[in-house]
């Protein structure tokens, strides 16, 4: 997917110039990374308010602070970072409980619909369709890793910190989320009738990896 | 089940449901930060220093003037590759300033005879009715002037294309009789010493890209490469170049150009590879 078109230099020099006191940069950052930001922070909350104020602060904060705060060749995880810790104190003020209990709650996969209208093969849809019902069955932090590093190409490392969790249990999760993921759709299509004699490539997305 | 299907490339060929921010959403948050921006740097010393209030009053007002002045002078809208923009102008009318587009504003189109801009790409504008004054439209090649009507304009690759959905235009080109318009007209200016060309469209098929479609109707393949290099910045090509000519129907969602090209690619059965910025679809 190519969602971020910077490589790791722009980057770093984007990030540098912004912290050197640029307002082109710091208007450069904002254009190019709010929308993401607002769609992880809405994924994150449900609360389109709460992640307009947190997106406010978290933008108003860097720029105040811009002359103490570090290098990043990766902004974007840096700013989800930043971002979702806010989401999750504000969270928790506003729910009076372990904020970790709201978070990611109800985020979900889906197979995108005007694609299908493409593809007409029926069977080719429904297996589609276990592979993703199943995916929105794992637990939410689950899907938020998978969410993080296969969807907005974080590292491990990266996803650990953005969800303050170790890299060890980021391991563990996409390991334990992947083998359930194979056995549960396995089960299902079998179950189902279904043939496994096509790759599952095929049957998933239909979409030509593009890089 | 075959060796090389790994579960992690399942999951990156499926979309996660997201929730995008419209432009208004953006644009609001944006006027915040930059007003608390601003505010921040003329409150500070004021409330520090009350008797350097005089001093702080005028520096305030300076500054407010100045952003004042900048904001009359920042009366300009450019969409970078893939953005849509919605404006609304002073005087009530509204455009949406397609990709890649760049869209400046003349001086005080709320009181002139005359309300003036100029366009480099394609917009569509609904222009409100203001006591009687004039609407001009400037490209490179031409001038639409108008009283209050919906119309689309495209201002590439040497010619100016205008679309008209509702109301009466005259489009104007240095040297060239002018041409008066009717709805579902759609007329051409190019570069050269032509005659304006005029026939009948259906309109809609020039508007689709407001909500991010792409209305195909036995478009050349050609034409769609032209939109994406124009609108998006992405260069894509064939092995066989045969398929330039191909024509295809139907309607493609243009809200993910990856998926755009590989919907693309999967109508012409066709594989995509990308090379350094160009797809190559072979």
Same mark, same amino acid.
């Given at each position: 997917?190519?969602?971020?078109?910077?490589?790791?230099?722009?980057?770093? *020099?984007?990030?540098?110039?912004?912290?050197?006191? =640029? +307002?082109?940069?710091?208007?450069?950052?904002?254009?190019?990374?709010?929308?993401?930001?607002?769609?992880?922070?809405?994924?994150?909350? &449900?609360?389109?308010?709460?992640?307009?104020?947190?997106?406010?602060?978290?933008?108003?904060?860097?720029?105040?602070?811009?002359?103490? /705060?570090?290098?990043?060749?990766?902004?974007?995880?840096?700013?989800?970072?930043?971002?979702? &810790?806010?989401?999750?104190?504000? *969270?928790?003020?506003?729910?009076?409980?372990? =904020?970790?209990?709201?978070?990611?709650?109800?985020?979900?996969?889906?197979? +995108? *619909?005007?694609?299908?209208?493409?593809?007409?093969? +029926?069977?080719?849809? &429904?297996?589609?369709?276990?592979?993703?019902?199943?995916?929105?069955?794992?637990?939410?932090?689950?899907?938020?890793?998978?969410?993080?590093?296969?969807?907005?190409?974080?590292?491990?490392?990266?996803?650990?910190?953005?969800?303050?969790?170790?890299?060890? =249990?980021?391991?563990?999760?996409?390991?334990?989320?992947?083998?359930?993921?194979?056995? *549960?759709?396995?089960?299902?299509?079998?179950?189902?009738?279904?043939?496994?004699?096509?790759?599952?490539?095929?049957?998933?997305?239909?979409?030509?990896? /593009?890089? | 089940?075959?060796? @090389?299907?790994?579960?992690? !490339?399942?999951?990156?060929?499926?979309?996660?449901?997201?929730?995008?921010?419209?432009?208004?959403?953006?644009?609001?948050?944006?006027?915040?930060?930059?007003?608390?921006?601003?505010?921040?740097?003329?409150?500070?010393?004021?409330?520090?220093?009350?008797?350097?209030?005089?001093?702080?009053?005028?520096?305030?007002?300076?500054?407010?003037?100045?952003?004042?002045?900048?904001?009359?002078?920042?009366?300009?809208?450019?969409?970078?590759?893939?953005?849509?923009?919605?404006?609304?102008? @002073?005087?009530?009318?509204?455009?949406?300033?397609?990709?890649?587009?760049?869209?400046?504003?003349?001086?005080?189109? !709320?009181?002139?005879?005359?309300?003036?801009?100029?366009?480099?790409?394609?917009?569509?504008?609904?222009?409100?009715?203001?006591?009687?004054?004039?609407?001009?439209?400037?490209?490179?090649?031409?001038?639409?002037?108008?009283?209050?009507? @919906?119309?689309?304009?495209?201002?590439?690759?040497?010619?100016?294309?205008?679309?008209?959905?509702?109301?009466?235009?005259?489009?104007?080109?240095?040297?060239?009789?002018?041409?008066?318009?009717?709805?579902?007209?759609?007329?051409?200016?190019?570069?050269?010493?032509?005659?304006?060309?005029?026939?009948?469209?259906?309109?809609?098929?020039?508007?689709?890209?407001?909500?991010?479609?792409?209305?195909?109707?036995?478009?050349?393949?050609?034409?769609?490469?032209?939109?994406?290099? !124009?609108?998006?910045?992405?260069?894509?090509?064939?092995?066989?170049?045969?398929?330039?000519?191909?024509?295809?129907?139907?309607?493609?969602?243009?809200?993910?150009?990856?998926?755009?090209?590989?919907?693309?690619?999967?109508?012409?059965?066709?594989?995509?590879?990308?090379?350094?910025?160009?797809?190559?679809?072979?």
């Amino acid at each position: 997917m190519i969602r971020d078109k910077l490589t790791p230099q722009e980057h770093r *020099s984007l990030w540098d110039e912004f912290r050197s006191g =640029s +307002q082109d940069a710091f208007s450069r950052l904002y254009e190019l990374f709010s929308a993401d930001l607002y769609r992880y922070g809405y994924n994150l909350v &449900r609360n389109r308010q709460l992640v307009e104020d947190c997106l406010h602060e978290l933008f108003l904060h860097i720029y105040n602070n811009r002359h103490k /705060i570090g290098t990043t060749d990766n902004i974007r995880f840096y700013l989800y970072r930043a971002l979702r &810790r806010r989401l999750t104190d504000a *969270s928790a003020r506003l729910n009076k409980l372990d =904020s970790e209990d709201y978070i990611f709650d109800r985020a979900e996969f889906l197979i +995108q *619909s005007y694609e299908t209208e493409l593809v007409e093969q +029926q069977v080719v849809d &429904r297996q589609k369709e276990v592979v993703v019902a199943e995916l929105n069955r794992l637990p939410k932090r689950q899907k938020e890793i998978l969410y993080l590093v296969f969807m907005k190409e974080l590292s491990y490392q990266q996803a650990a910190e953005v969800m303050n969790i170790t890299m060890k =249990s980021v391991y563990n999760t996409i390991h334990v989320a992947l083998s359930a993921l194979r056995i *549960s759709v396995i089960e299902r299509l079998n179950r189902e009738g279904i043939f496994i004699n096509v790759s599952i490539a095929v049957l998933v997305g239909y979409m030509v990896r /593009i890089r | 089940m075959e060796k @090389e299907d790994q579960p992690e !490339d399942h999951i990156k060929k499926i979309q996660f449901k997201e929730n995008s921010p419209s432009q208004e959403d953006l644009e609001r948050i944006r006027k915040r930060i930059w007003n608390d921006i601003n505010k921040h740097e003329v409150i500070v010393p004021w409330w520090n220093r009350p008797y350097y209030l005089a001093a702080a009053a005028v520096s305030f007002l300076v500054v407010a003037l100045g952003i004042g002045w900048w904001n009359i002078n920042q009366e300009n809208y450019k969409t970078a590759y893939g953005e849509i923009r919605k404006i609304t102008l @002073e005087d009530g009318s509204r455009v949406t300033l397609n990709a890649n587009s760049t869209l400046k504003i003349g001086n005080n189109l !709320d009181d002139n005879k005359v309300r003036e801009v100029w366009l480099t790409g394609e917009a569509y504008f609904a222009i409100a009715k203001h006591n009687g004054a004039k609407f001009i439209v400037h490209t490179t090649e031409a001038e639409v002037e108008v009283l209050g009507t @919906e119309f689309n304009v495209i201002a590439r690759r040497k010619n100016t294309k205008v679309v008209l959905h509702e109301g009466k235009v005259k489009l104007h080109a240095p040297n060239l009789p002018a041409v008066i318009m009717k709805p579902g007209d759609m007329a051409t200016v190019m570069d050269k010493k032509q005659p304006i060309e005029l026939r009948i469209v259906r309109t809609e098929l020039y508007d689709s890209w407001k909500e991010s479609m792409m209305v195909l109707d036995d478009k050349p393949v050609s034409e769609i490469a032209e939109m994406l290099q !124009d609108n998006y910045g992405i260069h894509i090509s064939f092995a066989d170049t045969s398929y330039l000519n191909k024509r295809l129907n139907g309607k493609l969602s243009l809200k993910s150009t990856d998926d755009f090209i590989t919907n693309l690619a999967t109508i012409l059965d066709l594989e995509v590879e990308k090379r350094d910025e160009t797809f190559l679809f072979k």
